[in-house]
Antibody
Framework: QITLKESGPTLVKPTQTLTLTCTFSGFSLGTSGVGVGWIRQPPGKALEWLALIYWNDDKRYSPSLKSRLTITQDTSKNQVVLTMTNMDPADTATYYC????????????????WGQGTLVTVSS | DIQMTQSPSSLSASVGDRVTITCRAS??????LHWYQQKPGKAPELLIYLASRLRSGVPSRFSGSGSGTDFTLTISSLQPEDFATYYCQQSDSSPGSFGQGTKVEIK
């Protein structure tokens, strides 16, 4: 079965760079139609898309955060890494990674499996 | 950016009630609209994809409809385990954007 798990620091200081790793099993990012996305949720607020990477290494970023985000994949380790620069207290949130199914059409898919999420707090 | 607006933001309902949540896109998204359920402290779970396709294993009391800019999620007979927050998400403009959520509470 498909599982994903996020890992990374729970506390970062303002202006620092956050690096989060999504380790997954049950699928390969080398398979056509597959992607892995990152989504975050500030406490008590709505979900927000961050970034997405496809099996062919095509990448998508939230327009409002694009300058701060980088998403990469390590197919051999079954991992996807998200980096976010210049962290601010407003970036305090639970960060989720999720499996994206685009087999019904490229770049129009949905998130069918999610990790448990990891809470990242930004504070000095 | 495509903005997704859900209504209502919250609602109170009783077990057995029929519940309808609407989601409106700021421009046409064809049928690239998906619905998720999130319970407190848990990750979201996919319920409906491509506007009306029920994910395998999801109870048939959940249904979705709509195309273009207007979409609905309907729960035909609300069950105790359905009290949660529901989000719509568009994938017409990648990577996509979510609505602000609709919290379904017990009356």
């Amino acid at each position: 079965q498909i599982t994903l798990k996020e890992s990374g620091p729970t506390l970062v200081k303002p202006t620092q760079t956050l690096t989060l790793t999504c380790t997954f099993s049950g699928f390969s990012l080398g398979t056509s139609g597959v992607g892995v996305g990152w989504i975050r949720q500030p406490p008590g607020k709505a979900l927000e898309w961050l970034a997405l990477i496809y099996w062919n290494d095509d990448k998508r970023y939230s327009p409002s955060l694009k300058s701060r985000l980088t998403i990469t994949q390590d197919t051999s380790k079954n991992q996807v890494v998200l980096t976010m620069t210049n962290m601010d207290p407003a970036d305090t949130a639970t960060y989720y990674c999720a499996h994206r199914d685009d087999r019904s059409g490229y770049d129009v898919g949905f998130l069918d499996y999610w990790g448990q999420g990891t809470l990242v707090t930004v504070s000095s | 950016d495509i903005q997704m607006t859900q209504s209502p933001s919250s609602l109170s309902a009783s077990v057995g009630d029929r519940v309808t949540i609407t989601c409106r896109a700021s421009q046409s998204i064809t049928n690239y609209l998906h619905w998720y359920q999130q319970k407190p402290g848990k990750a979201p779970e996919l319920l409906i994809y491509l506007a009306s396709r029920l994910r395998s294993g999801v109870p048939s009391r959940f249904s979705g409809s709509g195309s273009g800019t207007d979409f609905t999620l309907t729960i035909s007979s609300l069950q105790p385990e359905d009290f949660a927050t529901y989000y719509c998400q568009q994938s017409d403009s990648s990577p996509g954007s979510f609505g602000q959520g609709t919290k379904v509470e017990i009356k």
